[in-house]
């Protein structure tokens, strides 16, 4: 017989309980997948604590893009990391999380530009990502509605091809992790803010919400936007300052992109979701702030940037604005593990522009790092030490939307 309510729920509501063994701070991507994982190794008294709703940060504020093609050999096997499991995430979850590998392209307009793509073309052969370098004839042949004329105000001069790239339905990612991680026996908790951490002897002890405290040995603080804030309260300062970045989706219209278009001069992404619309995207603001409101100025540089690529577009109307916020550190790549002044508080912060394309493999990682007590291999560069010890792993260049 059809079934016309949805009889199980995604994920249930809880009391909060005294105590927990993990209290995860951020119910976005990051942290419902590393309670997800914790779940999946046994570790299942947990709580996800989150402000305002599931993915209500940049897990539902970003443009869905997934790739692998970064520069670092640190960043490169890490984020590839990231997109096998995105490639199994329907099948892991048991939940459509809708991921087109349509390939993904990375334009170059001037030299300097073309030069840095092929080291990333290089870098990412000799580790196994399946990227390369490619003029504007075969541009033109994959995406036949780009402007490829030398006549253009800037001609597009080469792109970085990469085949596994693509987007993905950013919330059903969020949802699919909730509701795997709820299945396991965690507890979600959105709309729980917290105010304080308590630590005694330089270890967690407790978390002060606005509904109640709760006792833990373990804090994992996974937000987005406010990560500073809630390391400073166990005295930590981290070395990262805040950007709001911006987006926008346009009317639907017929297929006509089936590839993820960026370009790194222009500083602009393009790409056409199932549903017609496109998704544009913008660099960073060029100011620090946790405003996630939305700039005529902005939107005005995304819509000519992107006329720039696709000159017919020039009728097309913007439905949609809205912005996230980018914790932004000093060499574009994240802060992860153990944070050694405070024992039992750890970090999954300081994405960036990155963060969405690296659910999986953040969650998986901080997983084992928590369960285990062992940092694993994939994220020992990323470690707040590297700050302190001059070893930057420099990102920058893999960034087409910041500089
Ligand atoms: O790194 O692919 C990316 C990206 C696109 C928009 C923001 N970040």
């Known amino acids: 017989m059809l079934q016309l309510f949805r009889k199980e729920r995604m994920w249930r509501p809880h009391f909060l309980k005294a105590r927990y063994d993990v209290v995860i701070i951020g119910a976005g991507v990051h942290g419902l997948a590393a309670a997800y994982y914790l779940g999946k190794r046994g570790v299942t008294n947990v709580a996800v604590l989150d402000k305002g709703y599931l993915g209500s940060g940049n897990s539902g504020r970003n443009t869905a893009i997934i790739r692998a093609n970064y520069r670092t050999p640190e960043g490169i096997p890490f984020y590839h990391e990231s997109v096998r499991l995105y490639e199994g995430l329907s099948q892991d979850l048991g939940y459509n999380v809708l991921f087109s590998q349509q390939g993904h392209l990375t334009l170059a307009h001037t030299d300097s530009a073309v030069d840095g793509l092929r080291v990333r073309a290089e870098a990412n052969a000799l580790l196994g990502v399946d990227s390369r370098l490619i003029g504007p004839d075969e541009i033109k042949r994959l995406v036949p509605a780009i402007d490829i004329s030398t006549s253009a105000h800037q001609p597009i001069r080469a792109a970085l091809y990469h085949p596994p790239g693509g987007i993905i339905r950013h919330d059903a ?19 729980t803010e917290v105010q304080g951490i308590q630590t005694e002897n330089g270890q967690v002890t407790a978390v002060q919400t606005n509904r109640g405290q ?15 804030t809630i390391a400073r309260m166990v005295g930590v300062n981290l070395p990262i300052v805040s950007h709001p970045l911006q987006a926008c989706v346009t009317e639907p219209l017929k297929p006509f992109l089936d590839k993820v278009i960026v370009s790194s001069n222009l500083h602009v992404y393009v790409n056409q979701t199932d549903r017609g619309e496109l998704v544009l995207g913008a660099e960073i603001d060029p100011y620090s702030s946790y405003s996630s409101a939305s700039t005529l100025p902005t939107l005005e540089m995304i819509a000519a940037h992107t006329l720039e690529l696709f000159p017919a577009l020039v009728e097309v109307r913007v439905l949609r604005q809205w912005a996230g916020v980018c914790d932004m550190t000093p060499d574009y790549s994240p802060i992860m593990g153990e944070v050694p002044e405070v024992r039992g508080f750890l970090v999954d912060v300081g994405w960036g522009t990155y963060g969405f394309k690296a659910g999986p493999v953040s969650g998986k990682t901080m997983a084992e790092l928590i369960a285990t007590g062992r940092t694993p291999d994939l994220i020992k560069p990323f470690a707040l030490s590297r700050f302190y010890e001059d070893r930057l792993v420099g990102e920058k260049a893999a960034a087409a939307v910041s500089h």
């Open 173 to 191: 990612v969020v949802w699919g992790y909730a509701r795997g991680a709820d299945r396991l026996g965690i507890e979600i908790h959105p709309h």
């Open 214 to 228: 709760i006792k833990t040995g373990t804090v994992l603080n996974v937000t987005s936007g406010w990560c500073s």
